[in-house]
């Protein structure tokens, strides 16, 4: 496949490790065509990677057709990147080439403010996203997966643990790390009753994760047909999430809901199911903002919170996590020239439950 685009100029003039095919988007109202970035030469501390599979996140079909208002053309999408390390910068510690590695949604941060000495880097106000990002190595923005190679300093490239199912890992690094994270951080466990609402990615990764801690998990749906895939993923119980009735009963019984719903929803039938002291997190994130009762939150002292992926320290214990219980996402792995189609797909939900391009594909 011909990469027939061109290097911006102010890239050419960079020390580079030359053309690196990949797919990008030049408008919002483009599809993904082949392009030709360039990639740094590794500095001390960076690692370089073949991408081998990449995760598409539907932040990318957001920023691909510029629905936040923030795109910068042209956009290469991709944050759930597993591949191997091709190369290394002479400090590198923590990889050797032919390691296989990881990256998901930050490529750096400032290192210094509270959040990133806390590890938790997915809150600095500096941080560096995978792609769409200022790019302070070669000018420009940042270019994600949806390419044949990545240059990313090694504090932001994970160990992958289990390598047998690497297109199962890649979406671990944007949906499992943001579902892990508010799980991990509420203490969820043996002996607690906790909710998942909406099965789409998120959930689906939620269901799973949830139920390996231990917890007793219930998941919320609007879809009926999805009951017998819920069970599958580590469901006790399916209630949906329209039925008054079946919402009523359960009221005052959850100690955590993880609520992943992406468009607007009926909020305070949710918080009447916490108990006393009980959490509710968004990870879900709704366009138009949400009507709270505040005698939804007063009587029983709930929580209400929000939560954004996670920090480099607990992606790894995430990716640790999932290989100690045999923990994937459910993948359709496609050709990177079936993009198009599948975010077509992606906005009709038909997929179970992420598309992972096979970089194979890409010449
Ligand atoms: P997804 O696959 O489309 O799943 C969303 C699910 O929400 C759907 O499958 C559906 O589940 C439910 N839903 C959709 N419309 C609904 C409605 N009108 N009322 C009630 N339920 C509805 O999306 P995803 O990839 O899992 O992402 C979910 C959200 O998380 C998105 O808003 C995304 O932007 C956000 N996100 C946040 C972070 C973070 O760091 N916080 C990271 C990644 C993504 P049922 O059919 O089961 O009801
Ligand atoms: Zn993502």
């Given at each position: 496949m011909g990469n027939t685009a061109t290097l911006p100029e102010q890239q050419l003039a960079k020390k580079t490790s030359g053309n690196t095919p990949a797919y990008a988007a030049q408008d919002a109202k483009a599809p993904l065509a082949p392009f030709s970035i360039a990639r740094r030469e590794p500095g001390p501390t960076d690692v370089q990677i073949e991408i081998l599979f990449c995760g598409v996140c539907h932040s990318d079909l957001h920023t691909a057709r510029n629905e936040w208002a923030n795109a910068v053309y042209p956009v290469v999408p991709g944050h759930e990147i597993v591949g191997r390390v091709t190369k290394i910068g002479k400090d590198v510690k923590k990889f050797k080439q032919g390691d296989y590695a990881a990256v998901g949604c930050m490529v750096d941060s400032d290192r210094t403010c509270p959040e990133c000495k806390d590890d938790l880097e997915n809150y600095c106000d500096n941080v560096i996203i995978t792609y769409n990002s200022p790019d302070k190595h070669l000018g420009g923005m940042t270019y994600g997966g949806y390419s044949k190679q990545i240059v990313v300093d090694e504090h932001f490239v994970l160990r992958v643990p289990d390598t047998k199912?690497?297109?199962?890992?890649?979406?671990?690094?944007?949906?499992?790390?943001?579902?892990?994270?508010?799980?991990?951080?509420?203490?969820?466990?043996?002996?607690?009753?906790?909710?998942?609402?909406?099965?789409?990615?998120?959930?689906?990764?939620?269901?799973?994760?949830?139920?390996?801690?231990?917890?007793?998990?219930?998941?919320?749906?609007?879809?009926?047909?999805?009951?017998?895939?819920?069970?599958?993923?580590?469901?006790?119980?399916?209630?949906?999430?329209?039925?008054?009735?079946?919402?009523?009963?359960?009221?005052?019984?959850?100690?955590?809901?993880?609520?992943?719903?992406?468009?607007?929803?009926?909020?305070?039938?949710?918080?009447?199911?916490l108990k006393r002291d009980g959490s509710l997190v968004l990870v879900g994130a709704p366009e138009k903002p949400m009507e709270v009762a505040a005698f939804s939150l007063i009587p029983k002292r709930r929580h209400f919170s929000g939560s954004m992926i996670g920090g480099i320290k607990e992606t790894q214990e995430m990716l640790d996590f999932c290989a100690k219980h045999g923990i994937t996402s459910d993948v359709e792995i496609i050709p990177i020239q079936k993009i198009n189609e599948a975010y077509e797909r992606l906005l009709k939900s038909d997929v179970k439950y992420r598309f992972v391009i096979d970089m194979a594909s890409l010449k």
């Open positions: 199912n690497l297109a199962g890992v890649a979406p671990l690094l944007c949906a499992g790390i943001t579902t892990y994270s508010p799980l991990h951080h509420w203490k969820v466990g043996k002996g607690q009753k906790v909710g998942i609402v909406g099965l789409g990615d998120l959930g689906h990764m939620g269901l799973k994760l949830a139920h390996a801690m231990g917890a007793k998990v219930t998941l919320f749906t609007t879809s009926p047909g999805k009951t017998e895939d819920a069970k599958r993923l580590g469901a006790d119980e399916v209630v949906i999430s329209k039925d008054p009735e079946a919402m009523a009963k359960l009221n005052g019984t959850f100690d955590f809901i993880l609520d992943t719903v992406s468009a607007n929803h009926d909020i305070n039938a949710l918080l009447n199911l």
